[in-house]
């Protein structure tokens, strides 16, 4: 294997979080209960753009690298060779022994399922486990997570601007590292139709798409005839899959007319031809152009790939300069933008713009030594940042029209069922929505119980469902917080008995010695 | 295993370099000997700030997963199962059957060595191989080599920003999934002085870094007493290694008192404290307030580690706002800086600002029937940017300081002795540099040999020798080339005989049918 079992099993993880577990495990609070929970505090911002929301990813795989990991020999070993500065073993022998059977299996985990548009300072994953495992968690839970649902955002919202149309994700060149397979699941989930990355498509089951590059054409310029001949070989070899790159030589001069006669060709041997794919120069223009020389030689339904640094910005002012431009050029643009492909690469897979998501994992209750809870509290933090100790509920409200209207944090045990509902503004005190039954159609739980002591208790599917969860999400989502520039920004919301709580601690905060 | 073998295998890589492959394999091109550069277009450009120029990464890694993949049956069985759009099988038996032998051992390369300083627009590594094999290596090379190479060049920056002084590596839990420890390992190519990476730094033989998060002093802070009590348990655990992390409740007004308290009772004990860390707040002014509290309780030598959203920008402010704010407060500015250390995470890990490098792997050179080598271009790019055949060599000119005065591309076969040396400019005819004797104190082959078909014909060393590399090259760098804002442009030039080529080159290529 390229990623060697210290990297990638149970140490792949940061050291203070080892350093804090043997810290635990010395004072007898190994395996006290705490409660973590997994949030983050703002939308992507991009710059010129910003996200109105997020799309949740990566949860199958940390489950299932939690189920898989387990701490092996040479784990130990190493961490038995570690010394501190005065050269003794920074790690015990009963740590290391006790580390030897430590394990994700005593896990519990409540969760928002993968795909789900999310909002910012809303529990999106809750950890109960053994203080010391909980703890050693954080880091691969945060990178499993984070960086699966920035992409999945960024996606999304490419995915948005190409009017949900087919979107390719072509990003593994320049992706970062190993990261190009789980961008590649994310980008999935994220609604991409499908992926150049052939290994990962083939491991989640999905077809990868791809034509062919530059370079063959430019070989068979070499040494083999010319662009012509490369697109008629293309063509025998793949006569149901022909897909040709048109911009080696010259797009409108060489490129397109060359593949109109290979295209005709085909049709006389009876297959129909796929499309062409622009790769450099005004991706918009040369759409339009296409098109037409498509139209007129009698192939008005090829495809038109689209790829050359495109996000969901760039695909956003193609389409528009599309609908300024195709009249000009006596074609209809509705029918260019329907044939329209989006291979996108770099800018999706890195989130450009944005290229870390700011998720967080923060214990908020532990078990004292009679085994009640206690809330966790970063005092320096501000009242309103302040996380809530125990397992809160996650609610959607949807109103008459069947929108989602707020989110909402409750005590766990709360059903907002109760009428009118009463929804809290998390940090301008006083403010807040009363909402009747007649406008309220729907309420939706969004944390479901994952596992139980690491046992799975839920199947929530693959990348397919998870596809699904985000469609759905988007047709009950405000166009206004769907928005690519300045989005509307959508209601979280706390439930009265969550704000009375969280009164309560704050005065009790009082009581604890700094 | 969590990364699968399909998914990090040999079709780690695009789909369409397999496409491409059968084609060549179906027209009896596959084993033409073909030769692929590895360059990149320009340094990466953070917005605000941009790089003078990039540090090289990712070969080894690269080298090892070429020597170590094979092709598996589970390869072929996944490749053998995909239909074209007909329902026809994609990839025939007898493609199947000569891909099940396919390997990297068939490689020849010649590549500038990880750590070193490099400029646009040169080779970096130069690729010869039967062209089924070098095209399909395409999406592996650049993957591995662009993410590094981006993460070195960063981290590089925020190490010069620190003035080459104590930077660790925190990115992990917002790093790109699995890229995480290709991060890693750039980044400490790049300069950086440890990691927080547990499972990579073991994997490279290196010591990690880290203390503790706030999570630990809440735990104590619930059930176990308060901040005193954890910094207590901390310095029981690691006497020799207690860095307390002293901003969860106030920083001034509790945390560096606490840690004082704790450091005066460690020294009693015999051991000597290694320091704080500051993760909120003004940095820079907390710094200088802890510095004085620090050095009025005795310890004016402990280490403060600095983090919080840190890249070379903010790390260049801190140290001016110290160096102005620490008089104020009768500290010694200097004294200041001297014991900061700098933990930077996901800017560094993502390269904030500008989050892909664009490296490209171009055919240059293919053989036709007859075994020689005919040039494969690309006649849409602008003369400028045409690539060469041929395998090229790569220079570096250093001045009579022994400074390096610009990268000199030429044909394989010279050697840059003649004086004086001429220097074209790549672009803007007739623009150059004469360079003569007394001027030159070296020239310094950059590429070197790296395998022959496949056998390893150097040992280049691992991350320790390119983190020398780096440093041996920044010394020899100009000091307006490093500058962190709009830096000095560094010459690449061509050789006069490479010069003359292209123009036999460029007058040839009417002759080449469109």
């Known amino acids: 294997m390229v990623i060697s079992v210290l990297a990638s099993g149970f140490l792949f993880t940061d050291h203070y979080q080892l350093t804090m577990a043997q810290l635990y495990h010395r004072f007898g609070l190994h395996d006290r209960l705490a409660q973590f929970?997994?949030?983050?505090?703002?939308?992507?911002?991009y710059g010129t753009h910003q996200a109105g929301y997020a799309v949740t990813a990566g949860l199958g795989p940390l489950l299932?690298?939690?189920?898989?990991?387990?701490?092996?020999?040479?784990?130990?070993?190493?961490?038995?060779?570690?010394?501190?500065?005065?050269?003794?073993?920074?790690f015990s022998r009963d740590f290391l022994e006790w580390m030897s059977?430590?394990?994700?299996?005593?896990?519990?985990?409540w969760a928002v399922p993968e795909g789900r548009i999310v909002h910012p300072n809303t529990p999106l994953a809750v950890v109960e486990a053994p203080l010391a495992i909980a703890q050693m968690l954080e880091t691969p839970l945060l990178n499993h997570l984070n960086y699966a649902?920035?992409?999945?955002?960024?996606?999304?919202?490419?995915?948005?601007?190409?009017?949900?149309?087919?979107?390719?994700?072509?990003?593994?060149?320049?992706?970062?590292?190993?990261?190009?397979?789980?961008?590649?699941?994310?980008?999935?989930?994220?609604?991409?139709t499908a992926s150049s990355n052939l290994g990962m498509s083939l491991e989640l089951g999905l077809a990868s798409q791809g034509t062919h590059g530059h370079s063959m054409v430019q070989v068979?310029?070499?040494?083999?005839?010319?662009?012509?001949?490369?697109?008629?070989?293309?063509?025998?070899?793949?006569?149901?899959?022909?897909?040709?790159?048109?911009?080696?030589?010259?797009?409108?001069?060489?490129?397109?007319?060359n593949a109109v006669r290979v295209f005709e060709e085909l049709r006389s041997a009876g297959h129909e031809p796929r499309g062409i794919r622009l790769d450099s120069g005004d991706l918009a223009h040369l759409a339009v152009r296409s098109a037409r020389m498509l139209n007129e030689a009698g192939f008005p339904d090829v495809r038109i790939v689209l790829s050359s640094q495109l996000d969901e910005l760039t695909i956003w002012q193609i389409r528009n300069q599309i609908i300024d431009e195709a009249p000009r050029y006596e074609v209809e643009a509705a029918s260019v933008l329907a044939r329209l492909v989006y291979g996108v690469g770099s800018r999706m897979v890195t989130s450009h713009g944005d290229s870390s998501f700011d998720g967080v994992y923060k214990v908020v209750a532990v078990q004292n030594a009679s085994r009640e809870w206690r809330p966790a509290?970063?005092?320096?933090?501000?009242?309103?940042?302040?996380?809530?100790?125990?397992?809160?509920?996650?609610?959607?409200?949807?109103?008459?029209?069947?929108?989602?209207?707020?989110?909402?944090?409750?005590?766990?045990?709360?059903?907002?069922?109760?009428?009118?509902?009463?929804?809290?503004?998390?940090?301008?005190?006083?403010?807040?929505?009363?909402?009747?039954?007649?406008?309220?159609?729907?309420?939706?739980?969004?944390?479901?119980?994952?596992?139980?002591?690491?046992?799975?208790?839920?199947?929530?599917?693959?990348?397919?469902?998870?596809?699904?969860?985000?469609?759905?999400?988007?047709?009950?989502?405000?166009?206004?917080?769907?928005?690519?520039?300045?989005?509307?920004?959508?209601?979280?919301?706390?439930?009265?008995?969550?704000?009375?709580?969280?009164?309560?601690?704050?005065?009790?905060?009082?009581?604890?010695?700094?």
Chains 1, 2 share one sequence.
């Open 149 to 192: 649902s920035l992409i999945a955002t960024k996606a999304s919202r490419v995915v948005e601007a190409a009017h949900e149309g087919p979107v390719f994700e072509f990003g593994m060149r320049r992706a970062p590292g190993w990261g190009a397979n789980d961008a590649t699941r994310a980008a999935l989930i994220g609604g991409a």
């Open 101 to 109: 059977s430590a394990a994700y299996s005593a896990v519990s985990m």
């Open 220 to 257: 068979f310029m070499s040494i083999a005839g010319g662009e012509l001949e490369a697109f008629r070989a293309y063509a025998d070899v793949y006569p149901d899959n022909c897909l040709l790159l048109v911009d080696t030589i010259d797009t409108l001069g060489s490129g397109v007319p």
């Open 64 to 90: 299932d690298w939690m189920d898989r990991t387990r701490v092996e020999p040479a784990d130990t070993a190493a961490l038995g060779a570690l010394q501190s500065a005065a050269g003794t073993p920074m």
């Open 377 to 514: 509290i970063k005092i320096s933090d501000s009242p309103a940042k302040l996380a809530y100790p125990g397992r809160k509920g996650l609610w959607r409200v949807y109103d008459q029209r069947g929108i989602a209207t707020a989110d909402l944090v409750t005590l766990a045990e709360e059903t907002p069922d109760g009428r009118p509902l009463h929804l809290i503004h998390p940090v301008q005190a006083g403010v807040g929505r009363v909402l009747g039954d007649e406008e309220i159609s729907d309420t939706e739980p969004l944390l479901i119980p994952i596992c139980a002591k690491g046992r799975r208790v839920v199947d929530l599917g693959g990348v397919a469902e998870a596809r699904s969860r985000r469609v759905a999400d988007l047709g009950r989502l405000d166009p206004g917080v769907r928005r690519l520039v300045n989005p509307h920004t959508y209601h979280v919301s706390l439930s009265p008995r969550l704000v009375d709580l969280k009164q309560t601690m704050m005065d009790a905060l009082v009581e604890i010695p700094g």
């Open 37 to 45: 929970d997994y949030s983050y505090r703002s939308n992507p911002d």
